[in-house]
């Protein structure tokens, strides 16, 4: 194994292994190693020397003669933080594989020497091999290191790969400026390395590694006005290289010029202004910061125009975040990477130096070098394309409007596409994987129709010329609303007509009614900073409805909007740890973390409060205003309540700005009193809702819009008033003793309801009769619950209620029961209840099934199947026999091809099959994953694996999630499925425990890893693990998640609170019925 090694050149492998016991007699003929991969190992010693201070307990890393060397004077001081040690060895090599052994001088080997001495033997001891060995190998195997490697060589170059893993970090402050064309880029690399030590051990000494530098924006005495921007992808080396031009105005006189940029490395820089042509002196990069500061000799006058040119060089990540790569499949199986891109919030600064923050705004003319036969594709059309030498093309593009950075987008891969046109004139693209051209159909008619919906509904015409779609195989979130070119993950823009669901259709309706909705709402004006977010997601989150309603009326879309986006707001933001909609953020981890229900589902629905309350056409009219005045530009919440003001006459200002200041919301009190035989008094109260129910720690007042129907006229308004103060009377006219009366009526109001118990009495025999519209009978129920959570009502109590409810036919209003039992459901597991549970269940929800049935009905409803859908997958979970068993044999058809399972039953017999299944059924799924080349279809699979009740089973759905067959975009939701699980709840959570440094590598922060923390923690329900999370991670740092962890913490002592307080009541009622 070794001698095969070293006749491939790898002479540092064998001189490594001997590190271990003889640290003293490193070979220093290692610079001089003539392969690539011994190179690579060099270089890999580089980044430490700034990551450690020199200190009594660490050896120092230079002599005194190469602190005082003079080649360090006019070099680049660069930072690098302990965060970055653990980078992808494979993309590190690739990046440098060119670098020819004659770069290395005497300084490069005096400073691997020390630098292996002081750490190798610490990187070896840990000895994490295997877990890279198949990847190194696929990396490596193709290189020509002298001869060609075999299976058996790979644990040795991954036991290699590991241990200098630490030592392999490969960061943005790895290079000074000033790089001559040719010149290798490891030589000056290792250079400015050589040279930065003294500077960065004093400034260690001064600031201490520990201390955290307060966040700062960008200064704004030099801006940018246009961008000229190359980008030239490499999508085998998985890196690319770029130049930007960008006219910048500078305001006041500086020595310096700071802008964003991280991940890459600028390798040359210029400005030009007045006839002058300046260099800087050095480029500074903080990590923390994400900036690079270049810093000239020569003042630049104030009220100069000036010219800065940059290239730069950076890697094809495998992040999902700044230019990344993209994983695909031919038809005939081949392995290939598309690049994309995906900037927001905080990651243009990953593909170039930019001045990286919403309100900078810019043009930009775009240009991509790509190979002869990808598609590429930007934000405006193509202006002209050039063939190139090597099986290249220069692909320009026309000058996009004045915009944000995050909006940039570029997409680099093979497509197929079907176009259409809207009314408006608008071309519209859908670009599909290639051979699935028919599946943007349904994509390409939802957009073609939303343009001119919007157009009217704005009145201002989408302002640029085309607008792509493309489904991205890797990617993070659900979709991008770059402007001109919205990136999608594929469940998210595709359908199958065979294998798409109902629900899943009506949500990729939604999704392109989002995205597209941003291209004025986002995009044409945009927030001036991530503290006013809401006003893009919020906003868009609501329009998404509007145009769905219009499209397609019989989803009765607005009733979903309660269970969707409204009663989950309510859920995260009775917690005490929930955060206003416009909440103050600095760096880009906390940016992150606001990107929840809160900003989006909160939002929508205090938007949607809004427009009930100045009406649909004064809202439009301020949509337009709003619109018009901030066109190419950046607002805050004030525009916004400025503009629907001066459409509505109204105080808007004073009526929202508590609803957006504050966090939480109110629950309306209300009593009643009849007064003779047709009048009634209304006694209302608010207070803050919190779902301990605890007393409010501040003092909140809400203006609050009151509506208030009554049995005369169910769906009609009876009064409406603002609720402005603690407490009020209110006097109703026309009301006999007898009449119910329904505060909120259409769950419009953003807040919850407490009724007194004879206006409670009143209102159920209008659920039960189904007098009380959808809406009500649904916000009913789910104030119900959350009364119960904060314990003002018992469980065992609203149960009984919830047999009212046993009629009900309407799909929105089971979503609301179902969301509500499920919580119960987790409650339970941690008792000895489950069967009394599942009994209670049965009962309840059979009834519906047998309505049903299984085959759906001509003519039937939107709403119907997706009925059916629901109530039979919960009773495959409340352990009905019956449908189980029907289930498995309609699966058993599926799998042997005699009748294949309708799309949207087949995540029920999925389950079904799996629950009690044997490791043959467990098989038998892995291989409908591997055979499907459908997303939608490997997601209900992959998700229903994790409802097994076999430990051994669950622990290879863990395995399998992290397995490179998995995606990581989709590797979540697998262990989230483990997590849900009250078999596989501990199991997921101690993977977490001695994994989270993998996931954290893998996922670097984000949206994706704060998603898998919550649903791993916050089903627990006693103060023993409540403690022992918040133990965790108090000493396991995750940056970006320390919110969702303090709201996880508390639910899980809600829920330990609600299991103490109504266990016994809750235990006598399951058993009665």
């Not at 050589?194 to 600031?207: G, S």
């Not at 309706?509 to 986002?522: C, D, K, P, R, Y």
């Not at 009733?559 to 953020?585: C, G, W």
Request: hydrophobic letters at 35%; one cysteine or more.
């Amino acid at each position: 194994m070794y001698k095969n090694a070293l006749r491939g050149g790898v002479r540092t492998a064998k001189q490594a292994w001997r590190l271990k016991n003889e640290i003293g007699k490193l070979n220093l003929e290692v610079a001089k190693a003539n392969t690539e991969f011994e190179q690579h190992l060099c270089e890999a010693a580089r980044p430490i020397q700034s990551c450690y201070p020199a200190t009594a307990t660490q050896p120092q890393l230079l002599n005194p003669s190469e602190n005082n060397s003079k080649s360090s004077c006019n070099q680049n001081y660069s930072y690098t933080s302990n965060n970055q040690k653990n980078c992808n060895v494979a993309n590190h090599y690739r990046l440098f594989a060119n670098v020819s052994p004659s770069t290395f001088d005497k300084h490069s080997n005096a400073h691997i020497r020390r630098t292996e001495t002081a750490h190798l033997n610490e990187l070896i001891s840990s000895k994490q091999f295997f877990k890279v060995q198949k990847q190194f190998y696929r990396d490596y195997s193709s290189v020509s290191l002298g001869a060609s490697l075999k299976n058996s060589d790979a644990p040795l170059l991954g036991d290699l790969c590991n241990q200098y893993r630490a030592i392999l970090a490969y960061t943005s402050a790895d290079v000074g400026p000033g790089q001559k064309a040719g010149q290798p880029q490891q030589q000056q690399t290792r250079r400015a390395h050589t040279q930065q030590e003294t500077r960065v051990q004093q400034q260690e000494e001064v600031n201490g590694m520990a201390q955290k530098l307060e966040f700062k924006r960008l200064p704004t005495n030099v801006v940018p006005k246009h961008y000229e921007l190359l980008l030239q992808p490499d999508l085998e080396a998985f890196t690319f290289k770029g130049k930007t031009i960008v006219q910048v105005q500078v305001k006041e006189p500086t020595t310096q010029i700071v802008l964003n940029a991280l991940d890459i490395i600028i390798e040359e820089a210029q400005l030009e202004f007045e006839c002058t042509k300046l260099k800087p002196d050095r480029i500074v990069y903080s990590t923390d910061a994400e900036t690079a500061t270049l810093e000239f000799e020569q003042s630049i006058p104030a009220e100069t125009a000036g010219v800065l040119h940059m290239s730069f060089t950076g890697e094809l990540n495998d992040k999902m975040k700044g230019f990344y790569r993209s994983k695909y499949f031919t038809s005939s199986g081949e392995e290939r990477y598309a690049g994309v891109t995906q900037f927001e919030a905080t990651d243009a600064r990953r593909c170039f130096p930019c001045w990286d923050e919403p309100a900078i705004k810019a043009t930009f003319d775009i240009t991509l070098v790509v190979p002869k036969n990808r598609v590429a594709l930007s934000n405006m059309p193509v202006k002209k394309e050039d063939a190139l030498d090597g099986g290249l093309r220069r692909v320009r593009f026309d000058r996009t409007p004045i915009m944000s950075t995050y909006l940039v987008a570029c997409v680099v891969g093979e497509y197929d596409f079907v176009e259409g046109k809207s009314e408006d004139g608008v071309i519209v693209r859908v670009f599909t994987p290639v051979g699935k051209r028919e599946q943007g159909q349904f994509a390409l008619d939802v957009a073609t129709k939303v343009l001119p919906y919007y157009k009217d509904y704005f009145n201002i015409a989408y302002p640029l010329p085309k607008m792509d779609l493309i489904a991205i195989s890797d990617f993070s979130a659900g979709a991008m609303e770059n402007w001109g070119l919205v990136t999608y993950r594929e469940t998210f823009v595709l359908v199958d007509p065979k294998n798409t669901s109902l629900m899943r259709k009506q949500s990729i309706a939604l999704t392109v009614g989002h995205e597209i909705a941003h291209q004025w709402f986002g995009n044409l004006v945009t927030m001036e900073w991530w503290t006013h977010l809401w006003l893009n997601e919020g906003y868009a989150s609501f329009v998404e409805f509007l145009c769905v309603h219009h499209l397609f009326p019989e989803y009765d879309i607005w009733t979903q909007f309660v269970t969707d986006m409204y009663t989950r707001a309510l859920e995260l933001d009775s917690l005490k740890n929930s955060h206003p909609i416009e909440v103050p953020v600095g760096h880009p981890s906390e940016i992150d973390e606001i990107f929840d229900e809160i900003s989006y589902n909160k939002g929508a629905s205090v938007i949607r409060m809004l427009h009930d309350y100045i009406g649909e056409d004064d809202f439009r009219k301020g949509m337009n205003i709003y619109l018009t005045r901030h066109q190419y530009g950046n607002t805050s919440t004030e525009d916004l309540w400025t503009a629907l003001q001066e459409a509505s006459s109204k105080n808007v200002a004073e009526v929202m700005s508590s609803w957006t200041q504050y966090k939480g919301f109110p629950v309306v009190s209300v009593e009643s009193e009849q007064k003779g035989k047709s009048q009634r008094i209304l006694r209302l109260s608010q207070r803050k809702f919190t779902a301990d129910g605890s007393q409010a720690d501040e003092d909140c007042l809400w203006v609050v819009p009151i509506s208030v129907s009554t049995s005369r006229n169910p769906t009609a308004i009876a009064k409406t008033f603002l609720l402005d103060k603690p407490s009020m009377e209110v006097v109703l006219d026309g009301v006999s003793a007898s009449d119910w009366i329904k505060i909120n009526p259409g769950t419009v109001g953003y807040y919850r309801t407490r009724y007194s118990k004879e206006m409670l009495e009143q209102l159920m025999p209008a659920v039960k009769n189904m007098e009380l519209p959808p809406l009500d009978r649904l916000g009913l129920i789910d104030d119900m619950f959350a009364m119960v959570q904060a314990g003002h009502a018992s469980t065992a109590d609203v149960l009984a209620l919830v047999d009212g409810y046993r009629n009900e036919t309407n799909y929105t209003v089971w979503t609301a029961i179902t969301n509500s039992l499920t919580n119960l459901h987790i409650l339970i597991s941690h008792t000895d209840l489950m069967d009394d549970f599942h009994r209670f269940g049965r009962n309840l929800y059979e009834p519906v099934a047998q309505r049903l049935g299984w085959e759906p009905r001509d003519g039937e409803n939107h709403l119907d199947t997706l009925l059916r859908s629901l109530v039979l997958t919960r009773l495959v979970s409340f352990r009905s026999n019956d449908v189980i068993e029907v289930a498995r044999q309609r699966f058993r058809s599926h799998i042997n091809g005699t009748n294949l399972l309708p799309a949207d039953l087949r995540s029920t017999c999925y389950k079904a099959a799996l629950q009690d299944g044997d490791e043959k059924v467990f098989e038998e799924m892995l291989a409908m994953y591997r055979t499907t080349d459908l997303h939608e279809e490997q997601d209900r699979i992959s998700r229903a694996l994790g409802c097994s009740t076999d430990v051994k089973l669950l622990r290879r759905v863990i395995d399998f999630a992290m397995s490179g067959e998995v995606r990581a975009q989709d590797s979540v939701f697998v262990i989230v499925a483990v997590a849900i699980n009250p078999k596989g709840r501990d199991m997921a959570w101690e993977f977490f425990k001695t994994s989270n440094k993998q996931l954290l590598e893998r996922y670097q922060g984000g949206f994706l890893l704060t998603r898998l923390i919550k649903y791993l923690i916050e089903n627990y329900a006693s103060e023993e693990k409540a403690k022992e999370v918040e133990e965790f991670f108090r000493v396991t740092q995750i940056p970006g998640c320390e919110r969702t962890v303090s709201q996880a913490v508390e639910t899980i002592r809600l829920n330990a609170a609600w299991l103490e307080r109504d266990r016994a009541k809750l235990s006598t009622y399951l058993k009665s019925v």
